[in-house]
């Protein structure tokens, strides 16, 4: 590991401008504009390790690709066993310097490589734009030193989410190895190999390995930026839990001509008992729903009002005739906690449908969490509402004297779920991190208290008490999770800037705790 | 023809005791009795005969096989054409007397061999009672004239439903023949192969062959009798239409956290449509749903409240904790219009559910129809009454301007359906029928105004304005539709005297049309 440090230095010192020293975005952006098609064909590379979540031979040879990555730039590297899909951990600078830690996720989704405009996921193919706008296929990659297209893009599976990210980062500490700038703060690196099939193990990671971990900044580095092209910074992820309602009618189907007025129809009960759920206009009408809710801050409200929001172009877009809440912008309204009906089913629809009185009616809901609620307790407020409709709330599949004794009868199950991570605005790190972006001259920051989607900040807020943003840098039309996922290059190349003021924020270091 | 006749009074003249010439009753129970052996191997030949509904040659060769069996017992007989399925037309008697249209249908539902318990469903098996009781396969079949337990099952497709009623018929010609025994009315019988699939025919049939089919009574013969073994009489069918509701989200799924609180979700405007429906106990809120319903008179009423109702049994049987309808018995709350929640769709439940907004959901309703409902008439209900609820109606697959424009859009589909068939019980004609029921002694006859399920009884009614009455003879555990289905031996003889008694009934005559 020693060797690598010497050698990089070796070799990249004489080439650093003593100027560029000084700053290390300079020294990014030249690195980049002379090694874009290196830049590239690291990512290429990369993206040919097969990556499916849960493929535990596959992802550990990635995770060892990510080892050799993190140490020929001369960090430290260690891959942290789960007892399942290992993490990657990497560590480079000055300890006495601020701590910032970037997590990425070098897993991918499952593909269905049929659906796919190239022979494989795993086999990159370079384009001269994106595929619904006529690109086409580039036969020859590009040389080291090459300039490349920034319209150009790279279609893999997971060269959106999440490689790109971590390939920038890795030529962000090749910019300044060869540029002899040394990293502006102490940077670890955590990348997960289980994000996509739901980050079973990071919790307990975080946990086990909390002095490790230790950081004054998580940044996550995942998602698409604004499609402005604008920085963007994401102050927080919503939780989630998932409910499952079962409603019972009779023990089998009946017959609707002979029973249909006397049986209670499961599905219209648990039609009834959803409608209660939500007014009009979308509002969630379970009692106390966001009384746990941390209030935003004055910065967090005036950053969602001047949030650069599309809401009426997204409106047509889906063919929507209205739209929910009364008014809210889209963004204002992902800050509270929500109430989903993603999933409902009693009997057949369609051709099947047969004149029976359903046995049962199920429905799936998502609750997603805001900072302050637990999915403990959303789950109860949801099961206190059903209650106060008349329903008798079971956990278990009832048997026949439940059933028979229990006029109005509901199985409520709910799946673990995490609670939600954020970081106010008002905090002097996040007005650094803001102002980082800002520094990179690619536009006013875009801010956002929380992001609509859930994930596992709370990893980083609740269990290692670290502030914590969302920076991410690939563009919004990159087919994240379906298939052609793509990175246009333009996006990783500013990417490189972006992570790179990221990593050279003006953070305060917290106090050594004793 | 005639030289079935004459062979069948030459044999069976001599046998015949004058007393009996005045009553086709004990002239049934006698020849009955003599030939219970020859009675059960003619239901078991008519069995051999695969008869799934819609296989048009098997169909054919049941209804020549039907025409054979009216021309053995004098009557005239022939098929009549649909453009289909063929409908037997058989007629005997006294043209001057009061004219009894039997009804029958000879096809049947399909089969799953592989769940039978017998190798075949059209290889009738005998056993000594029900399976579920235990019952163990026959090996000999009776020789013609021997007697059978009553309890002995046979057990075959369409056992039940419809050709026992068919083969009692038969029978009872035959002992009104043996014993010199006129028959009391001018009888018709119409047998049809399409019940099954729907009876896409038999209106237009009943159109078309108007003059053949007049009558002064018609009896449809088919359903269980009452489970008490009591003669059992309805006189009305509900009529039914099938309705399908969609609504409409996003052109696409949403991700449930980015467009959760803002993209309408139509599975739960679905819920809140479908909830102001129908009131916590099942009452329908559309408004005017009674409104063409014609009042029950105030023999249907008594003979509702004399029902032998089981409800509290049924509702343990079923295991629900409670009833819909405040308070009716079942028997009374089908005599009313419902309105079913049949099937209800959106995304996905279970392993398959994903956090997304869904594009859209669907709900399948059944109609039931009582006398003075026209499908027509409460699909427009159905209609206005969304409508009241803030959606636009649409009949088409709505198109993109239309879903961008319209804040609240509902397809609403329905099939054509057909009106219900009532006879009104304090009729002369009905009042017949019941003395008839009750003359056999074997029980005070069960009357019920309506029957839950729907049926063509508007073919006699509005079509034919003949006076209807259902009156069924198999037992109700028979299995009808299903694997096992059976008939229970002793059901098929009395139901001969049961038919017998229909057949003799003192009906008013008709003055003839113009």
């Known amino acids: 590991m020693k060797r690598w440090i010497g050698y990089l230095w070796a070799v990249s010192a004489p080439a650093a401008a003593p100027l560029l020293a000084q700053d290390p975005l300079a020294a990014i952006r030249t690195y980049r504009d002379a090694h874009q098609g290196a830049i590239v064909a690291e990512l290429r590379d990369f993206l040919s390790l097969t990556n499916v979540a849960g493929n535990l031979p596959n992802i550990r040879r990635n995770a060892e690709a990510l080892v050799a990555m993190?140490?020929?730039?001369?960090?430290?590297?260690?891959?942290?066993e789960t007892g399942a899909e290992p993490v990657v951990f990497g560590e480079i600078g000055d300890p006495s310097k601020p701590t910032i830690l970037f997590y990425c996720h070098y897993d991918g989704q499952p593909v269905n490589p049929a659906s796919w405009q190239q022979t494989d996921p795993w086999q990159p193919v370079l384009r001269t734009k994106a595929i619904e706008a006529g690109g086409t296929v580039v036969a020859q990659w590009p040389g080291a030193s090459d300039t490349?297209?920034?319209?150009?893009?790279?279609?893999?599976?997971?060269a959106s989410d999440d490689k790109s990210p971590i390939v920038a980062l890795m030529q962000m500490l090749d910019a300044w190895n060869a540029a002899g700038v040394a990293p502006p703060n102490h940077l670890k690196f955590i990348f997960e190999g289980d994000e996509e099939a739901g980050s079973q193990y990071l919790a307990e990671t975080?946990?086990?390995?909390?002095?490790?971990?230790?950081?004054d900044l998580a940044v996550m580095a995942d998602g698409p930026i604004h499609e402005s092209g604008r920085p963007s910074a994401f102050f927080g992820l919503r939780g989630i839990a998932g409910v499952t309602l079962t409603v019972y009618g009779p023990i089998r189907p009946l017959h609707s001509g002979h029973y249909g007025n006397w049986a209670p129809n499961p599905a219209m009960r648990l039609a009834q008992l959803l409608a209660s759920m939500k007014g009009p206009s979308g509002e969630v009408l379970v009692p106390g729903w966001e009384d746990d809710m941390i209030p935003l801050s004055d910065a967090d409200q005036r950053a969602l009002a001047e949030f650069p929001h599309d809401d009426e172009q997204q409106r047509l877009q889906f063919q929507l005739g209205a739209v929910d809440g009364r008014g809210g912008t889209r963004h204002q309204l992902i800050a509270h906690p929500s109430l989903n009906l993603r999933g409902m089913r009693s009997l057949f629809v369609g051709p099947e449908a047969r004149t029976l009185v359903p046995d049962v009616a199920v429905a799936e809901l998502d609750l997603r969490l805001v900072a302050g609620n637990t999915p403990e307790r959303q789950v109860e407020k949801l099961g206190r509402h059903i209650e106060r409709q008349g329903y008798t709330v079971v956990r278990e599949d009832p048997d026949s004297a439940t059933?028979?004794?229990?006029?109005r009868l509901v199985k409520l199950t709910w799946s673990e779920g995490y609670p939600a991570g954020r970081t106010p605005i008002d905090q002097p790190v996040a007005q650094a991190v803001i102002e980082a972006l800002r520094s990179t001259g690619l536009g006013a920051p875009v801010v956002v208290p929380t992001m609509g989607g859930s994930g596992p900040a709370?990893?980083?807020t609740d269990i290692l008490q670290q502030p914590f943003v969302v920076i991410p840098i690939v563009n919004h039309d990159n087919n994240q999770h379906a298939?052609?996922?793509?990175?246009?290059?333009?996006?990783?190349?500013?990417g490189m800037e972006i992570l790179g003021a990221a990593a050279s924020a003006k953070i305060p270091k917290a106090p050594a705790t004793p």
């Open 148 to 158: 490349v297209n920034p319209d150009w893009r790279l279609y893999a599976r997971s």
């Open 403 to 407: 059933r028979v004794n229990t006029p």
């Open 458 to 460: 709370y990893v980083f």
């Open 206 to 215: 975080a946990r086990r390995y909390r002095d490790l971990l230790r950081a």
């Open 483 to 494: 298939e052609n996922e793509n990175v246009r290059l333009g996006h990783l190349f500013r």
């Open 70 to 80: 993190l140490e020929q730039r001369g960090a430290k590297a260690q891959i942290l």
